[in-house]
T-cell receptor, first 110, second 114 residues
Framework: RKEVEQDPGPFNVPEGATVAFNCTYSNSASQSFFWYRQDCRKEPKLLMSVYSSGNEDGRFTAQLNRASQYISLLIRDSKLSDSATYLCVVNRAAGNKLTFGGGTRVLVKP | DGGITQSPKYLFRKEGQNVTLSCEQNLNHDAMYWYRQDPGQGLRLIYYSQIVNDFQKGDIAEGYSVSREKKESFPLTVTSAQKNPTAFYLC?????????????FGPGTRLTVL
């Protein structure tokens, strides 16, 4: 089993719709969780950290479910500019080494 | 402007040659990391450094070497021993080797072996 697993997609989303996707992780000792966004042929950029209580940043909402070991990302009112690959990132038990999922591709269409 | 720079953006190399990728940061971050990304895949950790003059192997260190002589700089050498070096190489840094510290990435170097 991979340490961090994501549905690769693509998720084809009409502009203005809501899309949500999950990521599962295998290390129950993980403490830090992030969503990064990566545009084609560019570097990953931090979208948001994921906190235990769940958190929201504008149209983006992240949730953490420790019991089932997954995190989720929800995008409301999708924009064309939201088209990207979203990387689920989990820290390892020791130190700040991160494990990256393979990414979920989202395509927002007019 | 604070950030991470990588050079060159594109690099072509003949088989059997060593090549060094540059990574510089002016964020005053203690920790630096090198990853490689292959098409359609996630990032894999090559080497990381928590402090000057110290570094550790990541998950796929074979065929690579690094140095950390200055806090700002963490160059990566791809040696001829690396069997499949064509990939997108990303350098990152973070404040310290503690939990909850996000990593910030440079723009990457795309290496192609001819």
């Amino acid at each position: 089993r991979k340490e961090v697993e994501q549905d690769p997609g693509p998720f084809n989303v009409p502009e203005g719709a809501t899309v949500a996707f999950n990521c599962t992780y295998s290390n129950s000792a993980s403490q830090s969780f992030f969503w990064y966004r990566q545009d084609c042929r560019k570097e990953p950029k931090l979208l948001m950290s994921v906190y235990s209580s769940g958190n929201e940043d504008g149209r983006f909402t992240a949730q953490l479910n420790r019991a089932s070991q997954y995190i989720s990302l929800l995008i409301r009112d999708s924009k064309l500019s939201d088209s990207a690959t979203y990387l689920c990132v989990v820290n390892r038990a020791a130190g700040n080494k991160l494990t990256f999922g393979g990414g979920t591709r989202v395509l927002v269409k007019p | 402007d604070g950030g991470i720079t990588q050079s060159p953006k594109y690099l072509f190399r003949k088989e059997g040659q060593n090549v060094t990728l540059s990574c510089e940061q002016n964020l005053n971050h203690d920790a630096m990391y090198w990853y490689r990304q292959d098409p359609g895949q996630g990032l894999r950790l090559i080497y990381y450094s928590q402090i000057v003059n110290d570094f550790q192997k990541g998950d796929i260190a074979e065929g690579y070497s690094v140095s950390r002589e200055k806090k700002e700089s963490f160059p990566l050498t791809v040696t001829s021993a690396q069997k499949n070096p064509t990939a997108f190489y990303l350098c990152a840094s973070s404040k310290s080797d503690w939990n909850y510290n996000e990593q910030f990435f440079g723009p990457g170097t795309r290496l192609t072996v001819l």
